[in-house]
C-alpha cells in the first residue's frame, strides 16, 4: 500500500516570505498526489491535485507543487505567504480504492 | 453548486451509546467517503459508498458502520460508544471512481465528543 511522509510537523514563516512544504510518498507506480489545507474547526480544502501530465501543477490561493518521480517527493509552495495562509496542510497519496494522507504540517505565519 | 453537508456539527454522547452522522454530498457525486481524524491517528479511511454499496472499508472494528440511500446521502453509524472515538468526522464526495482515483471534496466534518 501506498504511504506519505510529511516531515515537517511545524513550520513558522514571515509574512511576505516563501514557503515550501515537502512531501515524500512511497508507491510503486505513479500515484494521484493531492495537496489540502484545513483551517481550524473546519474540514479539507483541495488546493492542488497531480494526476499526470506536467509536473508543476498550480492550484488555488497561489499555490503550486512539483512532482519529482526521481525523489518521490511533491513539494508544496508559494512565493509570498498571507497571513490568510496560516492553517494545516495535509498531503495526500491516491491509488485503486485508497487513499493515505500525511500526518500534516502546521503552518504558523508571523507578521 | 452547495457543498458537501454533514450534520450535525457538534455533538456530545455518553459511553455506550450510539450516534448517526448524516452527509449530502455535492449534486451529481454517487461516491462518498468518510474519514475520522484525530489528534493522534490523523486522518483515518473509514469506508467508502457508491451506488448504495460499501465499495472500500478502512481498519474499523464493527461498531463503525454506513450506508447509502438511492440520491447518494450517506449516514455513518457508531455503536457502544469509547472514549477514544472523540474526533472529527469527515464525509468526502466524488464523481464516481471514489476514494484514490479521484477528487474528493470534504465536508466541514462533525466533531463527536464522547464523555
Known amino acids: 500500500a501506498q504511504s506519505v511522509t510529511q516531515p515537517d510537523i511545524h513550520i513558522t514563516v514571515s509574512e511576505g516570505a516563501s514557503l515550501e512544504l515537502r512531501c515524500n510518498y512511497s508507491y510503486g507506480a505513479t500515484p494521484y498526489l493531492f495537496w489540502y489545507v484545513q483551517s481550524p474547526g473546519q474540514g479539507l480544502q483541495l488546493l492542488l491535485k497531480?494526476?499526470?501530465?506536467?509536473?508543476l501543477v498550480q492550484g488555488i490561493k497561489g499555490f503550486e507543487a512539483e512532482f519529482k518521480r526521481s525523489q518521490s517527493s511533491f513539494n508544496l509552495r508559494k512565493p509570498s505567504v498571507h497571513w490568510s495562509d496560516a492553517a494545516e496542510y495535509f498531503c495526500?497519496?491516491?491509488?485503486?480504492?485508497?487513499?493515505?494522507f500525511g500526518a500534516g504540517t502546521r503552518l504558523t505565519v508571523k507578521p | 453548486k452547495a457543498g458537501v453537508t454533514q450534520t450535525p456539527r457538534y455533538l456530545i454522547k455518553t459511553r455506550g451509546q450510539q450516534v448517526t452522522l448524516s452527509c449530502s454530498p455535492i449534486?451529481?457525486?454517487?461516491?462518498v467517503s468518510w474519514y475520522q481524524q484525530t489528534p493522534g491517528q490523523g486522518l483515518q479511511f473509514l469506508f467508502e459508498y457508491f451506488s448504495e454499496t460499501q465499495r472500500n472499508k478502512g481498519n474499523f472494528p464493527g461498531r463503525f458502520s454506513g450506508r447509502q440511500f438511492s440520491n447518494s446521502r450517506s449516514e455513518m453509524n457508531v455503536s457502544t460508544l469509547e472514549l477514544g472515538d472523540s474526533a472529527l468526522y469527515l464525509c468526502?464526495?466524488?464523481?464516481?471512481?471514489?476514494?484514490?482515483?479521484?477528487?474528493?471534496?470534504f465536508g466541514e466534518g462533525s466533531w463527536l465528543t464522547v464523555v
Open positions: 497531480y494526476f499526470s501530465g506536467d509536473t
Open positions: 468526502a464526495s466524488s464523481l464516481e471512481y471514489g476514494t484514490g482515483l479521484d477528487t474528493i471534496y
Open positions: 449534486s451529481g457525486h454517487r461516491s
Open positions: 495526500a497519496v491516491g491509488a485503486q480504492n485508497d487513499m493515505r
